[in-house]
């Protein structure tokens, strides 16, 4: 029983390993065709990546540029704003992101924030998921030996010194893994998407009737959803606008 065990454990480590020797062979070839240019074919490769299910911000990143280059303004904007999360100080991402949405066709201004929404969007986005995941983990491992340190302490000065990595260490692992926790479990993270069909009218309620039509947008723009109906979908722009749509029309980040 117990050498069938290891042989599971160890045939599932050589599966994952093929995985990722798998995933990192797409990834160098899209890279190789996106430099010759041949930008559809680079795309293929990064997305049979991401049906394994890998999410990583530099492949998100590529994916939008495939899309860009391949003139899919909507789905290039869905992936730098995927990329964003994951990378939210990354000035490639975000200059990108920029000038991708500085050609959609709706211009929208969006509206101040409240100064407290700012300054926690701003915290929740400090380090890129991964750089957090690391402070995080030296965090708990200075508090690990600090109280290691506490028990076997053999002088007062080394007592006192694991005592200050102690408290330091706790301090980091409460303040940045809070953090962590409000971005793996996307609390407090509204449901936005973006318009990936050329132009979608937005209604008044939840109706094929075209005389509820109020207004439209297009391709690229994001919207908040903040309710669901059917196959429809009340979403709010950034400039407070309010209305619905069909669900087809957008892809949630």
């Not at 050609?103 to 924030?113: F, K, S």
């Not at 409460?174 to 926790?181: A, C, D, S, W």
């Not at 947008?217 to 407070?240: C, F, M, N, S």
């Amino acid at each position: 029983m117990r050498a069938h065990r290891v042989a599971v454990a160890l045939a599932m480590c050589l599966v994952a390993a093929a995985d990722l020797s798998a995933q990192a062979s797409f990834f160098d070839e899209g890279n190789r065709l996106y430099q010759e240019g041949q930008f559809e074919a680079a795309l293929e490769s990064y997305l049979r990546i991401e049906q394994q299910g890998l999410e990583s911000g530099a492949l998100y990143f590529n994916i939008a540029n495939a899309y860009f280059k391949l003139g899919d303004l909507g789905h290039s904007i869905l992936y730098y704003e995927r990329a964003r999360r994951l990378l939210p100080r990354d000035e490639d991402v975000l200059s990108n992101l920029e000038l991708a949405r500085s050609l959609t066709a709706d211009e929208i201004t969006p509206l101040p924030g409240f100064w407290l929404f700012r300054a926690v969007t701003w915290w929740v986005r400090l380090l890129p998921t991964g750089s957090l995941r690391v402070v995080v983990a030296i965090s708990y491992v200075m508090v690990m030996g600090g109280i290691v340190a506490l028990v076997l302490r053999r002088s007062t000065s080394l007592a006192a010194a694991a005592r200050g990595m102690t408290v330091i260490g706790l301090a980091l692992v409460v303040i940045f893994g809070i953090n962590l926790l409000v971005r793996e479990l996307e609390i407090g993270q509204p449901e936005e998407a973006v318009v990936i069909v050329e132009e979608v009218e937005i209604r008044s309620a939840p109706s094929d009737d075209a005389a509820l039509t109020v207004f439209e947008i297009h391709e690229g723009t994001k919207v908040r959803i903040d309710r669901r109906a059917d196959d429809w979908l009340e979403v709010l722009l950034e400039d407070g606008k309010v209305g619905w749509l069909r669900a087809e029309a957008v892809e949630v980040i």
